[in-house]
């Protein structure tokens, strides 16, 4: 071996019948192809482009002059030549007996790699809805589990999984939902899937394959369901809702075979289905053939209420239910799940394949342990805590520092729905004057199909992920934010 860890031996052969580079110097491969009469000037060249863009760091030790000219099939001569011209040009530094190495004095152009995750650049306070509080994942439970897991796991599990998921974690999720959701969980219809979002396109394809060109969704409700359908060929015919969930009129009017709903917890105006719209919704269902998507995106948490349990346990064959860890534990483990009727299961499962060839699978092992172990429901508890914790002292922030203003969808879930009073706005302007203060909102208006402002202020106020002092703080610098603008026009 030489010092760099690459085999002086040289490679096997290549077509050409001039031995292969090891992989550690295929950056040479083409100078060392080069005409014969001008393979020394590419060689150089090839060097020197490989150290200023750092693909060869500072530090990093090449080959011996032999051992190299042996891996590309080149004479050695070329290499002491291009390894004396790059020292001399500072590009290299060499000494006797120490070997040749790439120079300190070189400094690459650094290429800035962007950070395309949905955060709000600049905010000192993001309200927005969607995320949990990631202090709270369980770092040292996970961390040891994981250990035993992988301690446990043969050689055979690190192979290509079944699309579907690890048996052994499909099992442990059928009995969750079951036990804490109501759902109706055959092991062998559990899909695992990289969250919610996952889920969606997959029923997306099977829609489309079948022949399917829209989908219904509530209005307002989650923008990331439209995007995702059209993903998969499909256009988003938006619902309304009324006091009771989803509006059943414009619901048969619009001739949709397929919609998507949140009928536990729903987005983001936090009202849970009533039992009679439930039920009218499975006969709208039943009686055109048609699939219901339940997502069920933080149905674990609920304060002042009983849980509602999923809608897929009242008909399995008629909704397709979906979940995640992404508010339970956190969404970049992106890890959830889809339970179809057994009539799309097949075609699901085919689109899962081709998509991504399943989850990875220590990850599903580590999740499967968290389960049947009790980490999860442990987890479950302690978030619930937090969360209504947090809840209370937003409701309590705004009562102090907003006089007047009107909350709703508090009683569950991980943000709730705020009217301020007229004489705060207008919207546009207290969502202006809380950019400039650093905090980030999101208004209602956001959240339907055609974005208007109706002159009132709704806003959708994430909570779990603020502690309480945080909470608190935000909620008065947006009250002072805006109360300087009132001022100002007054």
Not at 54 to 62: D, E, P, S
Not at 197 to 219: F, I, K, M, S, Y
Not at 381 to 399: I, K, V
Request: one cysteine or more.
């Amino acid at each position: 071996m030489t010092s760099s860890g690459t085999s002086s031996a040289p490679g096997p052969a290549s077509e050409e019948g001039r031995p292969s580079a090891s992989a550690a110097w295929e950056l040479l491969l083409p100078a060392a192809s080069a005409p014969a009469r001008g393979r020394g000037r590419a060689l150089q060249s090839a060097l020197r482009d490989a150290v200023r863009s750092g693909r060869l760091a500072a530090g990093t030790r090449l080959p011996a002059s032999r051992e190299l000219a042996a891996d590309l099939g080149v004479s050695r001569g070329l290499v002491t030549e291009a390894y004396e011209q790059l020292t001399a040009e500072s590009y290299l530094r060499s000494g006797r007996g120490a070997g040749t190495w790439v120079s300190a004095a070189v400094r690459p152009a650094v290429r800035a790699v962007r950070d395309l995750s949905p955060r709000a650049p600049g905010a000192h306070v993001d309200f927005r809805p969607g995320t949990p509080d990631l202090s709270l994942f369980p770092r040292s439970a996970w961390a040891a589990v994981h250990r035993t897991v992988l301690d446990r796991m043969p050689h055979s599990a690190l192979g290509y999984p079944d699309p579907r998921g690890l048996p052994e974690l499909r099992v442990a999720l059928a009995s969750l939902l079951t036990r804490r959701r109501g759902v109706v969980a055959d092991p062998e219809q559990v899909v695992v899937c990289s969250g919610v979002a996952q889920a969606t396109a997959l029923l997306g394809l099977v829609l489309r394959g079948r022949g399917a060109t829209t989908v219904g969704a509530e209005d307002p409700g989650s923008p990331e369901h439209a995007s995702l359908f059209a993903s998969a060929g499909l256009t988003t015919v938006p619902l309304p809702l009324d006091d009771e969930g989803l509006a059943l009129e414009p619901l048969q009017r619009s001739g949709v075979r397929a919609v998507v709903t949140t009928p536990a917890h729903q987005f983001p105006t936090g009202i849970a289905y009533t039992a009679d719209r439930r039920g009218a919704l499975l006969d709208w269902a039943r009686a055109t053939a048609g699939v219901i998507l339940e997502d069920d995106y933080d149905g674990d948490f609920r304060y002042d209420r009983a849980p509602v349990g999923a809608l897929q346990g009242l008909d399995p064959e008629h909704v397709v239910y979906t979940g995640s860890v992404s508010k339970s534990l956190a969404p970049g483990l992106r890890l959830g799940w889809l339970i179809a009727p057994a009539s799309m299961t097949d075609e699901i499962i085919a689109r899962k394949r081709t998509m991504d060839l399943g989850n990875p699978s220590v990850d599903q092992a580590v999740l499967a342990d968290f389960v049947t172990g009790g980490g999860y429901d442990r987890q479950l508890r302690r978030c619930q805590r937090a969360y209504r914790e947090r809840r209370d002292s937003m409701t309590g922030a705004l009562a102090a520092h907003f006089p007047g203003a009107e909350v709703s969808g508090i009683s569950a879930g991980l943000h709730i729905i705020a009217r301020l009073p007229d004489r705060f706005g207008p919207q546009d302007e207290l969502l202006r004057r809380a950019t400039a203060a650093g905090i980030a909102l999101r208004p209602l208006s956001s959240c339907t199909a055609d974005g208007a402002d109706d002159g009132t202020i709704r806003l959708v106020l994430g909570y779990a992920h603020l502690a309480p002092t945080a909470i608190e703080d935000g909620i008065r610098l947006l009250a002072e934010a805006v109360g300087k603008g009132r001022t100002a026009r007054t």
